[in-house]
């Protein structure tokens, strides 16, 4: 009976040891699994990414309340582009951790993405609070701002915060120097926003100004030349405006096929507007020939001026004819 009795004893001995190198092994797949899951979805394919998926919910399974694992399924999610999924994920990485900013961040970035402003607005901003020297924060609550509640005063300042913080760490940063250029051209395009609202000339220089700064950077951004032109008009600098302008066209007609027809259109229609209104400009003939291109370019497209455009055309050719 006593070698039985030493056997057990020797056995419960045994047990803690045993457990803890299973709650090792554990713990080292887990890791395993989600440093695995985070290099296959930084290489940017998406059967990488499903990979990574996979990964993370191999992860999950050994720590179901693991909010970081949460977060980059979330985040492989939205690289795919279901923000659904990645809605989700995000939202169950907040409730196991809601310091964790990052999934803050995420959720209300496919907020954004899903046109669902106000809920964006308080992920965002509950993000911004958690870390509130995170660039990426303000300037997709500065968009969230902007394109969902119409607002260039709020939004602006979301976009000077962005600008600023990320100035301080952008120094052989790729994506944070292209974040600081986003960030100044929303500057400008709020500042332009304002200035066509209220009638002020400051708001149209500042509007310039940041337009300027992004073209030292990125001189062939044509969406900042061509907001550039637009801003200079409305500051009474209409010579400027038409030889940028100029400019835009000709270096997008050397593009030829490879040229965007969007922006194209728009710098036709921008050439259309100045010599059809600018007191300094008036030449309808030239005005007709712009906007027809503009007409021509869009055809069937969605555009508010493209029904004037072609009423003016359309009136046009009817006095020629009769």
């Keep these: 009976m006593r070698p039985l ?15 803890a190198g299973t709650v090792e092994e554990e713990a080292a797949k887990y890791r395993a699994d989600l440093d695995e899951g985070v290099a296959l979805l930084r290489t940017g394919s998406r059967d990488e990414i499903h990979r990574s998926i996979a990964k993370f919910k191999s992860a999950l399974k050994l720590r179901p309340e693991s909010a970081e694992a949460y977060y980059w399924l979330a985040l492989a999610y939205s690289d795919l582009n279901n923000y659904l999924r990645a809605a989700d994920n995000a939202k169950d990485a907040t409730t196991y951790d809601d310091r964790l900013a990052e999934a803050w961040l995420l959720w209300g970035q496919v907020l954004l993405y899903q046109k669902e402003w106000n809920e964006a607005r308080i992920k965002l901003e509950t993000a911004v609070h958690l870390a509130p020297e995170e660039p990426v924060a303000l300037y997709n609550l500065g968009r969230v701002y902007y394109h969902g509640f119409k607002d260039p005063d709020n939004a602006l300042s979301r976009f000077r915060a962005a600008w600023q913080r990320g100035q301080a760490t952008r120094r052989d940063n790729p994506e944070m120097i292209a974040l600081t250029i986003r960030s100044r051209l929303y500057m400008g395009c709020c500042e332009y926003e304002r200035g066509v609202r209220t009638g002020n000339l400051m708001y149209f220089d500042n509007a310039i100004n940041c337009f300027q700064d992004v073209l030292r950077e990125q001189p062939a951004n044509h969406d900042a030349r061509l907001r550039l032109a637009m801003a200079l008009r409305k500051a009474n600098r209409s010579n400027e405006c038409e030889q940028m302008l100029l400019t835009i066209l000709r270096d997008l007609e050397a593009l030829g096929t490879g040229a965007d027809r969007q922006m194209l259109a728009e710098v036709n229609l921008q050439m259309g507007d100045l010599y059809l209104k600018d007191p300094l400009f008036r030449d309808r003939m030239r005005a007709l020939i712009y906007l027809r291109e503009f007409v021509s370019i ?25």
């Design 5 to 19: 009795i030493l056997a057990a004893l020797a056995l419960l001995c045994l047990c803690p040891a045993v457990l």
């Design 298 to 322: 869009m055809g069937d497209g969605n555009h508010p001026a493209l029904d004037p455009a072609r009423e003016y055309v359309s009136m046009y050719d009817e006095a020629v004819t009769m």
